[in-house]
């Protein structure tokens, strides 16, 4: 996950757009704070 969130090529940043929901699953909390800081930007 960590490394689709990095990776500005890869479908999360064409796909979601501002004010999407994305529901992380808590198997993935080491990239909520990643995830995070994506959106707020």
Known sequence: MNDMLNNVDSAFHWFYRSGD?????????????????????
Request: proline content about 0%; aromatic content about 10%.
């Open 21 to 41: 929901v994305f529901i992380l699953d808590r198997g993935f909390r080491d990239s909520a704070r990643n995830a995070s800081n994506k959106v707020s930007k």
